[in-house]
Nanobody
Framework: QVQLVESGGGLVQAGGSLRLSCAAS????????MAWFRQAPGKEREFVAA????????NYPESVKGRFTISRDNDKNMVYLQMNSLQPEDTAVYYC??????????????WGQGTQVTVSS
């Protein structure tokens, strides 16, 4: 069973930075594309960043491009999200997951508890 444990969230002022971490198990991590998603109150979960198995392909939506950077450490089964120039609209619970399809960003069934990011104005 896939297990995902996110950490690193917190309260930060607008313009600040945070680095999120995700520990993954129960999947063949080194050959699995990984991604970060977020869900704000009253909104659907949305895609934030993706990285292929080797780290050579990265994908971001326009809303975070240039501010967020995804990375991974296959030796530690970890994926990270460096978030800079944070804005109040980035406030959400952030989740990581493995991708079963890069194009559609379809994920594994199981989700972790997420980590809360709150950006104050």
């Amino acid at each position: 069973q896939v297990q995902l444990v996110e950490s690193g969230g917190g309260l930060v002022q607008a313009g600040g930075s945070l680095r999120l971490s995700c520990a993954a198990s129960g999947l063949t991590f080194s050959s699995t594309a990984m991604a970060w998603f977020r869900q704000a109150p009253g909104k659907e979960r949305e895609f934030v960043a993706a990285i292929n198995w080797s780290g050579s392909w990265l994908n971001y939506p326009e809303s975070v491009k240039g501010r967020f950077t995804i990375s991974r450490d296959n030796d530690k089964n970890m994926v990270y999200l460096q978030m800079n120039s944070l804005q109040p609209e980035d406030t959400a619970v952030y989740y990581c997951n493995g991708l079963t399809d890069w194009g559609t960003k379809k994920t594994y069934k199981y989700w972790g508890q997420g980590t809360q990011v709150t950006v104050s104005s």
